[in-house]
């Protein structure tokens, strides 16, 4: 079983390294309009809001926004108001029983699922500060390969993506991807889109309308509307494949 909360505190500590080194104006190109202030802030609220989760057994949808973060209102946090709220998100994740039954706004209601959101939460955003700084991120094989599924697991339960992919009016389309890392079949997904823009997913190897080909890191950012690298390559139909991807992304 995947130590999340190690990866939480991992993917904490590299973030607030970066962070704390950099002039919070900062732009962030993949968060299009963010800078590194709005970053912190929006990865601290977050944290805050699944603390508040967890320590209260949350049964019924509560929005981040609702939950307070400890600033005035208006408020950017900095890096030592993120570092606090990522200690308390890590003591709360250890502390807790993953079978807890919670909240969440994914297919599995337990204290499991935000400890692995939280890892990819904060793994693409401190992808985004690298990206920022002009430095090439690492991700493990099998972090990133976990990392496609969990997004490919939440997609079917994010309903305002639902609505955007609805709008490409392809019911039927399929798109495979095929991770070039690890062997065999290991790393291969085919994403179908069902009725009302929900998509289901299978693993193994399939013919598809669009496929991509490349490492597993950089399929995850690419389904992450992150970057589109060099590495992959594409089978198929790309502006089928280029429209999903801009529908998909988080």
Request: glycine share 8%.
């Amino acid at each position: 079983m995947t130590d999340y909360p190690t990866l939480v505190e991992r993917e904490a500590d590299r973030l607030i390294e970066l962070v704390a080194a950099a002039d919070p104006g900062t732009p962030v190109p993949t968060c299009p309009g963010w800078t590194f202030a709005d970053l912190i802030t929006h990865v601290g609220t977050t944290h805050r809001w699944v603390i508040h989760i967890l320590r209260d057994r949350v049964q019924e949808r509560i929005w981040s926004r609702q939950v307070p973060n400890g600033l005035p209102e208006g408020a950017s946090g900095d890096p030592a108001w993120l570092a606090r709220g990522a200690a308390q998100l890590l003591e709360t994740l250890r502390g807790t029983d993953p079978a807890t039954r919670v909240w969440s706004w994914g297919g599995e209601q337990s204290a499991a699922y935000w400890a692995r959101r939280m890892t990819f939460e904060l793994l693409i955003h401190r992808i985004d500060a690298q990206l920022a700084l002009g430095a090439e991120p690492s991700v493990p094989v099998a972090t990133a390969l976990d990392g496609v599924e969990e997004f490919l697991g939440n997609l079917p339960h994010a309903v305002w993506i639902a609505r955007r992919l609805a709008e490409l009016d392809a019911e039927g389309a399929t798109i495979h991807l095929h991770a070039t890392d690890p062997p065999e079949s290991t790393g291969e997904w085919t994403v179908t889109q069902g009725p009302e823009g929900v998509i289901t997913w299978t693993r193994g190897h399939a013919k598809a309308d669009a496929a991509v080909r490349g490492p597993a890191r950089d399929l995850l950012l690419m389904l992450y509307g992150r970057r589109f690298a060099p590495a992959l390559t594409v089978f198929g139909d790309r502006p089928f494949l280029d429209r999903w991807l801009a529908a998909a992304a988080f």
